[in-house]
C-alpha cells in the first residue's frame, strides 16, 4: 500500500513549455485535489475531482487544467509553463465520507 | 469564500516549554478543523483534527480548542521537544455542493531549542 504517490518528484522547465504531473492513489479513495505551496503563502487549491470524470475549479486555477479518467489518477497539466507556476504542488486524496485528506511527497517545479 | 488567518508565522521555544498557535477562520460554516505538520522537504501530515461540535480535544502532547462563537481555534502542543520543530499549519473545511475543500493557514514555523 503506496498511499499516494507523485511523478516527478523535481522538473525544471523552460518559459512556454507543457507538463504533466501524475497523482496516483492505491486506497480507493474518491476525491482528490492539487494544491500548490509557495512561501508563506500555504497550501492554495487549484483544482479537485469528486470522482472518477469529474474535475472543478479551485481557488488558482489559471494556467492549468487536470483530469480524472481513472478513479486512482489525477493528472495536473501545465499547457505553457510560466515562471509564477514556479512552486511545490502537493496531491492529495481522501475518502468519501471522511473528512482527513492524504498528502503525496511533493513535486518541485522550476519554471525558468 | 473562506478564510484563514494563522499567527505567529514564526515561534521559537526553549525545549519543554510550550507553544501555542492560533488560528481564526472566516466562513461560520466551516465544521472541521485540521491541523498538519510538515517538517522540511516532507508532505504535510495530519496531527491532529477537531470538529465543530467538539470544544476540545487532546493527543498525548497535544491539544486543539475550538471557539466557534469567535470564530478561532488553537493548537497546543507541551513538554515540546526537537523533533517538534516543523511547519504548522491549520485549516478549515467549507463544505460545498461538490466536495469538501481544505482552506489553509499561512503556517508557523516552529523551532524548539535546546
Known amino acids: 500500500n503506496a498511499g499516494v504517490t507523485q511523478t516527478p518528484k523535481f522538473r525544471v522547465l523552460k518559459t512556454g513549455q507543457s507538463m504533466t504531473l501524475l497523482c496516483a492513489q492505491d486506497m480507493n479513495h474518491e476525491y482528490m485535489y492539487w494544491y500548490r505551496q509557495d512561501p508563506g503563502m500555504g497550501l492554495r487549491l487549484i483544482h479537485y475531482s469528486v470522482g472518477e470524470g469529474t474535475t472543478a475549479k479551485g481557488e488558482v486555477p489559471d494556467g492549468y487544467n487536470v483530469s480524472r479518467l481513472k478513479k486512482q489518477n489525477f493528472l495536473l497539466g501545465l499547457e505553457s509553463a510560466a515562471p509564477s507556476q514556479t512552486s511545490v504542488y502537493f496531491c492529495?486524496?481522501?475518502?468519501?465520507?471522511?473528512?482527513?485528506?492524504?498528502f503525496g511527497p511533493g513535486t518541485r517545479l522550476l519554471v525558468l | 469564500g473562506e478564510n484563514v488567518e494563522q499567527h505567529p508565522s514564526t515561534l521559537s521555544v526553549q525545549e519543554g516549554d510550550s507553544a501555542v498557535i492560533k488560528c481564526t477562520y472566516s466562513d461560520s460554516a466551516s465544521n472541521y478543523f485540521p491541523w498538519y505538520k510538515q517538517e522540511l522537504g516532507k508532505r504535510p501530515q495530519l496531527i491532529i483534527d477537531i470538529r465543530s461540535n467538539v470544544g476540545e480535544k487532546k493527543d498525548q502532547r497535544i491539544a486543539v480548542t475550538l471557539n466557534k462563537t469567535a470564530k478561532h481555534f488553537s493548537l497546543h502542543i507541551t513538554e515540546t521537544q526537537p523533533e517538534d520543530s516543523a511547519v504548522y499549519f491549520c485549516?478549515?473545511?467549507?463544505?460545498?455542493?461538490?466536495?469538501?475543500?481544505?482552506?489553509f493557514g499561512t503556517g508557523t514555523q516552529l523551532k524548539v531549542e535546546l
Open positions: 492529495a486524496s481522501r475518502a468519501s465520507g471522511v473528512e482527513t485528506q492524504y
Open positions: 485549516a478549515a473545511l467549507i463544505l460545498t455542493g461538490g466536495g469538501n475543500k481544505l482552506t
